[in-house]
């Protein structure tokens, strides 16, 4: 039986010159991560479950940087859509945080990795209705292109294994690696729109 995985951040080459198609196939490679993380166990799990916690962390990171303001400025009473995203968010970052830092065999991992589950879906879900239909019915193909380039600028800092020396330093060590890997997406992010 061959073994389907979930490709990573980017594998597929795609064209992506459309920012909501592209955020709406990270959300659906997200969902095929967490079924690759309950379906496996011991190494697998935690290979699985490092390229789930990169996904996370970049995709949210570049909505953060470019569907929230995109929103706030454009949406009809954008400001709350995007603080009740924001508040969903720092939810799921927490609980990312506190799986980040347990074994992928413990035995409360998987409880915590469904509690997770259901804080992701339910946010992207809001993300879908309330942000992702508002950029497509009001932003041009030139805006779709500019911010699937910066989100594709985000994807890269999601790397298939982190490489020694990454998440290094005191600063980063401080941080933890998730809240490093965010902090470099936000600056390609910025880079790519052209604000850094």
């Known amino acids: 039986m061959t073994e389907l995985k979930t490709p990573h951040a980017g594998d597929d080459r795609a064209k992506d010159d459309d920012v909501v198609a592209l955020l709406m196939r990270q959300h659906g490679d997200i969902r095929n991560l967490f079924d690759e993380v309950e379906a496996a166990g011991g190494e697998e799990r935690r290979d699985a479950f490092r390229r789930l916690v990169r ?3 970049v995709h949210e990171t570049a909505e953060e940087e470019v569907v929230h303001p995109f929103a ?3 949406l009809p009473g954008g400001e709350q859509v995007v603080e ?4 969903e968010e720092r939810a799921a970052k927490e609980t990312l945080a506190a799986l980040d830092e347990m074994d992928t065999d413990d035995p409360t991992f998987m409880p915590r990795l469904l509690k997770l589950r259901k804080e992701v879906q339910e946010h992207a879900r809001a993300e879908e209705r309330y942000e992702f239909t508002h950029i497509r019915r009001s932003t041009d193909t030139t805006g779709l292109a500019t911010m699937a380039k910066a989100v594709k600028a985000a ?3 999601a ?3 982190p490489h020694p020396g990454v ?3 005191a600063k980063n060590v401080a941080l933890g690696p998730v809240a490093a890997l965010m ?3 936000k600056d390609a992010v910025r880079k790519a729109m052209g604000k850094g």
């Open 55 to 57: 996904l996370l962390a």
């Open 159 to 161: 790397p298939t294994r």
């Open 183 to 185: 902090d470099r997406t």
């Open 84 to 87: 009740e995203r924001l508040a």
């Open 167 to 169: 998440e290094s330093g």
């Open 155 to 157: 994807e890269a800092m």
């Open 72 to 74: 706030r400025k454009g």
